[in-house]
């Protein structure tokens, strides 16, 4: 938490829509710090992180052109969840420099919100970097097709990416708002649009 600022903490499960919602309210003038581009902002060719993940994980997690190959790495984390720990105890300290920067500038704009969206908000232990926890959920079939389709994944991959992640039953525990991303685009939009009236009520 800022002093300055209220901070809403935007996660959910893999394939779940975080993005959709991020964008809704990104239209409404709220700045979104996304932690999955200040992950790849934070390994960029040269940087320290990288040159500890490619030492971690080899040089094959490296593309030609020195980036780092983040679905090489995927299939390597998804499998096995020491790797995948290793790798979050490497970017995570980036990450909060990075976002700490970010929300810094947030607050010097003027701006009374912003939202922080992390898929591992909960399972990295950062939540009280938020004020409030914004939960993106899906029916569990619905997710599973989504992700096959988004990932070009097989079902059995599918599976297993979706049991690397708490379970969103659990997750939606901690949220304020939880928000069922099950149904169409235009579903989700009149939801999304009750529940931000309700969370800008004080404001009128």
């Known amino acids: 938490m800022k002093p300055g600022i209220h901070i809403i903490g935007l996660t959910g499960g893999i394939a779940c829509g975080k993005s959709s919602v991020a964008t809704f309210l990104r239209e409404r003038g709220v700045p979104v710090i996304d932690a999955d581009q200040l992950s790849r902002e934070a390994v960029q060719p040269g940087s320290p992180a990288l040159e500890r993940i490619a030492a971690l994980f080899g040089a094959d997690v490296l593309t030609a052109d020195g980036e780092l190959d983040r679905a090489q790495v995927g299939a390597i984390i998804f499998a096995d969840a020491g ?43 950062v939540s009280d970097r938020v004020d409030e926890i914004w939960v993106v959920t899906v029916a569990d079939e619905i997710q599973l097709e989504r992700l ?17 992640q708490m379970p969103l039953a659990e997750k939606a525990l901690y949220g304020k708002v939880v928000i069922d991303n099950s149904g169409t685009p235009q579903q989700t939009e009149r939801l999304l649009e009750a529940i931000w009236a309700a969370e800008t009520k004080e404001d009128q």
């Not at 105890?89 to 009374?112: F, M, N, T």
């Not at 059995?156 to 979706?162: E, H």
């Open 83 to 125: 790797k995948r720990q290793q790798l979050e105890a490497i970017l995570h300290p980036q990450i909060r420099k990075l976002a700490d920067e970010r929300i810094a500038h947030a607050v010097s704009a003027g701006h009374r919100r912003l939202v922080y969206m992390a898929p591992l908000l909960i399972e990295a232990g």
């Open 148 to 164: 096959m389709e988004r990932d070009h994944l097989s079902r059995d991959q599918a599976l297993q990416r979706v049991a690397s």
